[in-house]
Antibody, heavy 118, light 110 residues
Framework: QVQLQQWGAGLLKPSETLSLTCAVYGGSLSNYYWSWIRQTPGKGLEWIGEINHSGRTNYNPSLKSRVSISVDTSKNQFTLDLRSVTAADTAVYYC????????????WGQGTRVTVSS | QSALTQPPSASGSPGQSVTISCTGTSRDVGGYDYVTWYQQYPGKAPKLIIYEVTKRPSGVPNRFSGSKSGNTASLTVSGLQAEDEADYYCSSYAASNNLVFGGGTKLTVL
């Protein structure tokens, strides 16, 4: 059974960089895309972007200028960096594994609550 | 404001059927058969219940079914049970390798 365990700083100041890492257990990074999604009370779920094991990425156009997703196959992990955060980036962030169908999120991490406040 | 439109709430009595709609455009829901539905309980991560419009992952009860007509997809929950009370989100593949979500529907079992 695939499990995703995520971690990262939960409190940031405006203009800082949000960085979260997701470790994959029970499977390798190969053959799937790995996504980051966030959830806010006001906007619901928002897809941030995805990466595959070779580093190919797709990003949400609305966040593309501030987002980088990277992969470390030696550690079976992938990482989200979101630059220049503001209060609007306050959310619960999830990592997830795709399926054989594009953009289907089969396995999810436990979620990390990130607050941006001065 | 979410890209896909869902009703904020829906409700039904135990044993009844409820349908939740998800309306997009020809660039997402109407353009691809990649509509997905997720169920989410408070404080938990979403769980996949329908993919590719109509398909159910192993372990998801057949009380859950999906359909699509034009730019609107629907999730039907038949034979409502108390455990079905949750938030439901639709998503769709969108043009240029993008993924869009609906705003979510809170299903209440009366």
């Amino acid at each position: 059974q695939v499990q995703l365990q995520q971690w990262g700083a939960g409190l940031l100041k405006p203009s800082e960089t949000l960085s979260l890492t997701c470790a994959v257990y029970g499977g390798s990074l190969s053959n799937y895309y790995w996504s980051w999604i966030r959830q806010t009370p006001g906007k619901g779920l928002e897809w941030i972007g995805e990466i595959n094991h070779s580093g190919r990425t797709n990003y949400n156009p609305s966040l593309k200028s501030r987002v980088s997703i990277s992969v470390d196959t030696s550690k079976n992990q992938f990482t989200l960096d979101l630059r220049s955060v503001t209060a609007a980036d306050t959310a619960v962030y999830y990592c997830a594994r795709g399926g054989s169908t594009p953009m289907v999120l089969v396995y999810w991490g436990q979620g990390t609550r990130v607050t941006v406040s001065s | 404001q979410s890209a896909l439109t869902q009703p904020p709430s829906a409700s039904g009595s135990p044993g009844q059927s409820v349908t939740i709609s998800c309306t997009g455009t020809s660039r997402d829901v109407g353009g691809y058969d990649y509509v997905t539905w997720y169920q989410q309980y408070p404080g938990k991560a979403p769980k996949l219940i329908i993919y590719e419009v109509t398909k159910r992952p192993s372990g998801v009860p057949n009380r859950f079914s999906g359909s699509k007509s034009g730019n609107t997809a629907s999730l039907t929950v038949s034979g409502l049970q108390a455990e079905d009370e949750a938030d439901y989100y639709c998503s769709s593949y969108a043009a240029s390798n993008n993924l869009v979500f609906g705003g979510g529907t809170k299903l209440t079992v009366l």
